[in-house]
């Protein structure tokens, strides 16, 4: 059905659906680097063709894509990037606020003896 959408449709539908789902998976785990060449593989080529299996020349730079609309991209993020935006959010936390219960457990089990 992806393929019936107009461009501004499937765009909606990556930024909405999968970046969504993909946004609560990078916020807890690390993510590897082929895990994130083939989230934005799917994207890409959803985008493009409206079919996550197939690919074809791309009209633009992925990089272009995921710059802000005032640079002239079209507001999708950079996975890695957030990746890593996520995962240092999550150590900030664990050094800095040892009220939270699971922050007192990772200090417990992995830090007792130590810190970040």
């Given at each position: 059905?992806g393929?019936?959408?107009s461009?501004?449709?499937?765009?909606?539908?990556?930024r909405?659906v999968?970046?969504?789902?993909?946004?609560?998976?990078l916020n807890?785990?690390?993510?590897?680097?082929t895990?994130?060449?083939?989230?934005?593989c799917?994207?890409?080529?959803?985008?493009?063709?409206?079919?996550?299996?197939?690919?074809k020349?791309t009209?633009?730079?992925?990089?272009?894509?995921?710059?802000?609309?005032?640079?002239g991209?079209?507001?999708?993020?950079?996975?890695?990037?957030?990746?890593?935006?996520?995962?240092?959010?999550?150590?900030?936390n664990?050094?800095?606020?040892?009220?939270l219960?699971?922050?007192?457990?990772?200090?417990?089990?992995y830090?007792?003896?130590?810190?970040i």
């Open positions: 059905m393929k019936h959408l461009y501004i449709g499937r765009l909606e539908l990556i909405s999968l970046f969504g789902m993909v946004q609560f998976w807890i785990f690390p993510m590897p680097d895990i994130i060449n083939q989230i934005t799917i994207c890409r080529n959803f985008l493009w063709t409206g079919n996550t299996a197939r690919s020349s009209l633009v730079a992925w990089k272009h894509i995921c710059l802000p609309n005032d640079e991209g079209l507001r999708l993020y950079d996975i890695k990037a957030r990746n890593l935006c996520f995962i240092a959010k999550q150590l900030w664990i050094h800095l606020k040892t009220d219960i699971w922050i007192r457990w990772v200090h417990h089990f830090l007792p003896d130590s810190s």
